[in-house]
């Protein structure tokens, strides 16, 4: 009987298969990873390579380069004020009592202008009265004092003079009658003591009142000294409460006299002014303190009421400013027709103050934008664009700005400020 077959397994037709390796898997996919990023790079460059969109102006403010005479000149407020005049500071601290003109009025000098009260300096007046008073009274004393001494002293001097009479004369009797043999001559040397005592008493007394009289009349005389010093200051508050009534300095106009009854002032405090009218009137206007160095005195001016001149710069600087004076200039009254109108103490007037001659050039107005790099306009008048341009600047006076190079007449110029400094901007 035949053997049974085997079941067939397959394994004589198995071989092996070995895979890719880890490098060459790695390479592949790198080289699909490449195959992908190809488009993108090339996306990416032709992006980035693209023109940026210009970006568009809301409500831009253009003007137009000009050739015309650039005026070096500074665009002023003036106000008139007259030649001569004078500030009315109160000169003692006090209350309004009563005020006797008022604002506008024409006064003459020595005019009643308003009083004032001080119940302190009437309390001081009286207090000072008092000490003047007591020390006149305590001179008197001294002098009466004095007078009693005097008389006190020369009683003493005769006394003392007639007791060295009378030793003298005993001295000489006793000398006499010693000669004589009559007197011993124990009792010559007394008289003779006597008379020396007498004779030194007298002259003591005399040195003695002599110093006490020098002694009393120097401190009387300091005592009236001091009266005196008193009574200039006594003289001096009497002065200063007829001060309280404040008359007009000179004759003139009142101005900006704004006093009430009843409100208290103090030393010093500004309370109007006094103007001459018929003096004349000047102008004073305020200059930025960076044009200081350029303020000549006679530098011309021009105004509605005709030529003025520079007369004079006040180099004091308050709040970044300078003040200068304008005057009218010689023969500008002559020469205006028709004359112009009396000024008035602060009436306004716009001045153009020039600093240097007219110059040609090239003008470009003034604004926020003007700035060493512009926005010039290039394209149709329908949506045209502004290209930055670098520029170069002169000097910029009355509103305008002069241009130097860069730019030339008919440009126009964005000179409001720009949104951005994008090179490209695009006009509505």
């Known amino acids: 009987m035949p053997e049974p077959l085997a079941p067939a397994s397959g394994v004589a037709m198995d071989r092996a298969v070995h895979g890719p390796s880890a490098v060459a898997r790695w390479l592949r996919r790198a080289g699909v990873g490449a195959l992908l990023l190809v488009p993108v790079i090339g996306w990416v460059g032709w992006f980035g390579q693209r023109p940026a969109q ?10 137009e380069v000009r050739a015309s005479e650039f005026r070096d000149e500074l665009s002023l407020r003036a106000r008139a004020e007259p030649l ?6 109160a000169p003692e601290a006090g209350r309004v009592e009563a005020v006797l003109a008022r604002d506008g009025d024409q006064v003459q000098a020595g005019t009643p202008l308003y009083r004032l009260q001080s119940p302190e300096q009437e309390q001081l007046l009286l207090q000072r009265g008092a000490e003047v008073a007591q020390q006149m009274a305590n001179v008197s004393v001294q002098r009466s004092a004095q007078a009693a001494s005097l008389a006190a002293n020369r009683r003493e001097l005769a006394q003392l003079q007639a ?11 006793q ?11 124990a009792a010559l ?39 005196q010093s008193l009574q200039r200051g006594l003289q001096w ?14 004759a003139g106009q009142i101005s900006g006299l704004a006093l009430q009854v009843g ?6 405090d500004r309370l109007g002014r006094i103007d001459d009218l018929a003096s004349g009137m000047q102008w004073v206007a305020e200059v930025d303190e960076y044009y200081l160095p350029r303020l000549q005195a006679g530098l011309r001016a021009r105004s509605d009421r005709g030529p003025l001149t520079l007369a004079q710069t006040l180099p004091q600087v308050q709040g970044g400013k300078v003040r200068v004076l304008l005057r009218e200039a010689e023969g500008a009254a002559a020469v205006s027709s028709p004359p112009a109108p009396a ?22 107005a003034e604004g926020p934008g003007v700035q060493p790099w512009l926005y010039v306009k290039s394209g149709a008048s329908q949506g045209a664009e502004l290209q930055r341009r670098q520029v170069r600047l002169g000097r910029r006076a009355a509103g305008q700005v002069e241009v130097l190079a860069g730019l030339q007449a008919g440009d126009v110029v964005l000179i409001s400020q720009p949104p951005s400094d994008a090179e490209r901007l695009r006009l509505p």
Not at 200 to 218: G, K, M, V
Not at 263 to 268: D, K, N, T
């Open 163 to 173: 007791g060295q009479q009378q030793a003298e004369a005993e001295w000489a009797r």
């Open 84 to 89: 001569r005049s004078v500030q009315l500071d």
């Open 175 to 185: 000398s006499a009658l010693a000669a004589e043999g009559f007197v011993s001559t």
């Open 189 to 227: 040397e007394q008289a003779e003591r006597a008379h020396r005592l007498a004779s030194q008493l007298l002259q003591q007394a005399r040195a003695d009142q002599q110093a006490e009289a020098q002694t009393r009349e120097q401190s009387i005389a300091e005592m009236a000294r001091a009266v």
């Open 263 to 268: 409100a208290s002032v103090r030393p010093g």
């Open 237 to 250: 508050l009497a002065q200063s409460r007829e001060r309280l009534l404040q008359r007009a300095p000179m």
């Open 54 to 63: 210009a970006q568009w102006l809301q409500a831009p403010q253009l003007a």
């Open 343 to 364: 000024a008035r103490p602060g009436q306004a007037l716009a001045v153009q103050l020039q600093l240097s001659a007219p110059t040609p050039a090239l003008l470009l």
